[in-house]
């Protein structure tokens, strides 16, 4: 690898848009209803979010993402929302919440909550007042056809003879969840149900979206990742009416709550960005390259027959190149929607080349719970709350060898989901005394990114030269007064690399595995045994 055939990109460690804390985050993912149940009614809650705070702490987590845990019939894991100003009752109260806001931030950890802006549940009250025959004031707060009858040309998913109005509403995704009405970008003249952006019933629906906003952040939420953000307003090609209408929202709330985050799941952040979300991720759908680095059965992250990461790298190298200094990418470890990283035959070993990555490349990590201690998808169980497939990737929190594994005192039985059946499942109370343990190596990791800005999510990224043949990985990390190399070799078959006119100050490893490094005055010779990790200050 030659100094003068490094990737031609470079993500200078420059001021962004974005709120400052946001540049040291690392965040995690809780799935509420799955990470610890406090009442032992077999349902995780607010009040076990508290008392895991101290857990977060100490793994170096400085902020969390909590999926949607408002008022619901929970016909999709609350992404049907009936109430966005009370918390479900299963999960506590308005003031478990804001408990958990003040125990948090008195730890140091921020609290960003789900905001389900596109689409309520069919049994929120608004929908229910659409539903009525004589016009009211939310006749016009979800998208609804002129006819029952009469057939509507349209490519939106349309529900049909639902209730005593004469038309027809669109739904999001679930025939459940009815889509607000953000307006058209461009309305049919032939469709009059099709209302423009600025009308009436649109506006009204953003102003309940600030309102909603502004509720949360009062009683300190420190900010939300947007469910299907790119959705609100339809028929809007290259999506640029949602990107104003987000600009707008963005602009409004930031005037009273300059700090707030806003993360989008959109997947494409040049679009994101550029409506003003401080974070978009790679994910498996959008512009990709989710599913080049970790899920298809030739990813990046294989010890067998893994490709090259130069797939990913163009499409992120892109995405980048679009967003310089206005926003961040992030690339979770995994999701409630995927699958998790410890699927498939991955390993422990495979799974710390993997936080090696995550937790050294640029933009803000998340960490979906569980994926610490290398928490498996569970094949094969039964849909829970609109899950499916994704059911696998939602089981019970792992914590010691407790009944339940420490999850819950109910009854077998009465838990949200069944936990992973093996017996030798990791825990965290097992994990925690073991120095060479995957949760004990994640940790070590944060603690490192959070120590060295040249680490952390505005810092400069330095690709080293990708064969198509490569299955290792090299690049640097550096800002105004440090420089990182970081090597990765995820495949099983050792590797020799090459490195030259780094002209090394040092080179003093940090967390390392199966590397043997040599310096030969501007250049360094590499080995890389199979599976293999390595971080070095320069």
Known sequence: ?????????????????????????????????????SNGDGIGDIPGIIQKLDYLQWLGINAVWINPCFISPFQDAGYDVADYYRIAPRYGTNRDLFRLCREAHRRGIRVCLDLVAGHTSIDHPWFKASCWSKRNKYSDRYIWTSSAISEANSTLSIIR?????????????FYFQPALNYGFAKPAADQPWQQSVDATGPLETRKELIKIMSYWLGHGIDGFRVDMAFSLVKMDPGHKETIKLWQDI???????????????????????????????FVLPFGVGGYTDLMLNEKSFFRRNDGASIRDFLKCYLEQVAKTKGKGLISIPSANHDVKRPCADGRTIRDLKV?????????????????????????PGLASKEGGYGRTGSRTPMQWDKGPNAGFSAANKGRLYLPLDPRRNH?????????PRSLLNHVRKLIALRRRYPALQAVGTLIPLQVKNNDHHFAYLRQSASERFLILLNPSAEPSLVRINGIKPDNLTPQICHGIETYVEGDDIQINLAGISYGIFKL
């Open 161 to 173: 003879g639902y209730s005593e109005r004469d038309g027809n509403y669109v739904a999001n995704c």
């Open 354 to 378: 993997i936080f090696t990555f995550l937790l050294t490349w640029p933009g803000v990590p998340f960490i979906y719970y569980g994926d610490e201690i290398g928490m498996r998808y569970v």
């Open 1 to 37: 690898m030659d100094k003068d055939k490094l990737l031609a990109f470079t993500q200078m460690d420059t001021e962004t848009n974005s709120p400052v804390w946001l540049k040291q985050a690392v965040f995690y993912q809780i799935y509420p209803q799955s990470l610890y149940d």
């Open 426 to 434: 990791p825990t965290v109370e097992k994990q925690a005394s073991d």
């Open 250 to 280: 963005g602009q409004k709330v930031r005037a009273l709550y300059p700090e707030m985050a806003l993360i989008a799941e959109w997947g494409n952040p040049e679009e994101s960005i550029a409506a003003g979300f401080d974070i978009d």
